[in-house]
């Protein structure tokens, strides 16, 4: 959304800090032999507390209050009773809402214990791509730049990016324009960066993969090629000089 007020700015700021607390509060809540639904049902509480909806269920009908994705689920991951953390999971939380008609949206992906299976280094390029890009972003500076930071830097890890998942903005809904803020470059792509609008920025970091693909349950994705994806995502202010990062209450650079 562009914000054209102080009290439109004080919303967005609202409703981002409280989504950057609930994956923090959430990220900090998960323990071994914890069900991804107990993990859902405490970020539940955590919007409730604070008079906000999630955005997934009010947009979609998703069936939990926050996407958590476990090991080889790319995204969407639906919280479940059945589906038990274990010592070394690589666990993605996304958690969007919306407050008092404004939305913000924000995720991380992190290791579960003992990192036993040698995922940190996947979790450490996606946060670390995700701050090169952002701080690279101003009013005026073309989308498709973006994209290209964060191709490039994954080729530097060794490491891929998924084509089919984005970006976007993001204030009066959950996703608004620009619709495809993509982790590569596509040339023909002339749109730019506005100066005080809200975006939310987010990496797809993966192993083996490049496009993300549909489980029967008509909601988790996966990688088509197998493999692991990090997500990592922030929900900013554009201006003429370094962004604002609206979420940085979730501490996923700490």
Known sequence: MSITSESELLGMKEISEVLGTALKLMRAYAKVGMTTKELDDY???????YGAKSAPYLTYGFPGHTCISVNEEA?????????VLRNGDLINIDVSAELNDFWADNGGSFVLGEDIHNHQPLVDASKEILRKAIFQIKGGGKISDIGAVIENEAKKYKLKV???LAGHGVGRSLHEAPEDILNYRVKTNK?????????????????????????????TLVGNKGGYVTQHEQTILVTDKEP??????NGIWD
């Open 244 to 249: 604002v990062i609206l979420t940085e209450s």
């Open 162 to 164: 998924i084509k089919n």
């Open 191 to 219: 749109e730019r960066f506005k100066k005080n609008t809200t975006v939310a920025i987010e990496t797809f970091i993966a192993t083996k993969s490049t496009i993300a693909v549909e489980l029967n349950d008509g909601w």
């Open 43 to 49: 970020g539940g509480e955590i919007l409730k507390k």
């Open 75 to 83: 995204a969407h991951g639906i919280p479940s009773s059945d589906k």
